[in-house]
């Protein structure tokens, strides 16, 4: 059995009263591939958020690597080995490709200020480092010739390929995606599966995804856990999932008479 890197035990929080998440448990094994699904507004970006620290849980708890997370900041949650992407990409548009790899890569680059006010040899050598190891993350995606480019000004897709490389560059454990093939064409799409597994397989990092492509749900998730009005209502295969009356009736409403 691989080791679980994340668990969470009956997560719940509440907005005014109004329970957003309620008695979610979850387990991610290492390396695997997980989907979180549902309709709009089931609570899966709240949940992300929760994952992250960006809401603080009303109760339940949550894991990471066997550690508990509570009172960590996100930052410190990053480096424990979480990593996220958004729904709305949140790159340094008016940074380069570089350096918004670079700014992952941060925590990694090991000279003191004063070596790098002074430009000593040691400054030189981590910031060469730092770039061949941006551009490696980069050939992933076949993104290294973009490099000098300002992310701004990427295509929508290459955008959303770029800020997955950005989280891989903080060295995560698990890598989350929220919507990854958002805005992207069917061959975009068909080709992130393929980088996704290749990111599973390259890092040995497992991956929670919430997307809407049904598609890539069922063609690359392992297991897939399925939402609705902030409850888990079906766990399962992708096969068990396609086939679940709950979860059909959860996404196209119950017929008329049932």
């Known amino acids: 059995m691989a080791n679980v890197v994340l668990k969470t035990d009956k997560l719940g929080i509440d907005f005014g009263g109004l329970s957003a998440v309620s008695d979610f448990s979850l387990t991610v094994h290492e390396k695997e591939i997980a989907g979180l699904i549902g309709p709009n507004g089931a ?7 929760l994952l992250t620290n960006v809401y603080t849980p009303t109760r339940g708890s949550i894991e990471l690597a066997g550690k508990p997370t509570h009172g960590k900041s996100t930052a410190q949650l990053n480096h424990m080995g979480i ?12 940074l380069t490709v570089l350096e918004n790899v670079l700014v992952g890569l941060d925590r990694k ?4 200020l004063p070596t790098a006010i002074a430009h000593l040899p040691a400054f030189f050598r981590q910031e060469k480092l730092a770039r ?4 490696e993350l ?12 300002k992310a701004g000004s990427l295509p929508y897709g ?17 890598l989350l995606l929220d919507e990854p093939a958002a805005g992207m064409n069917p061959s975009e799409t068909a080709e992130l599966m393929e980088n996704i597994r290749k990111i599973r397989d390259t890092f040995g990092i497992a991956i929670l995804l919430i997307e809407h492509d049904m598609k890539l749900v069922m063609g690359i998730c ?37």
């Open 43 to 49: 609570g899966k970006t709240t949940l992300f958020n």
């Open 83 to 94: 990593a996220r992407t958004f729904q709305n990409i949140r790159l340094f548009k008016d």
């Open 109 to 112: 680059i090991r000279y003191s």
């Open 132 to 135: 061949e190891r941006a551009l």
């Open 138 to 149: 980069l050939s992933i995606f076949h993104m290294e010739g973009m490099a000098n480019d």
């Open 158 to 174: 290459a955008q959303r390929r770029l800020e997955i490389v950005r989280a891989l560059a903080t060295d995560p454990c698990i």
């Open 222 to 258: 392992e297991n897939i856990t399925v939402m609705s009005f902030g409850k888990v209502i079906a766990r399962g295969t992708p096969e068990e999932i396609r086939t679940n009356p709950v979860v059909i009736e959860a996404y196209l409403g119950k017929k008329e008479g049932k």
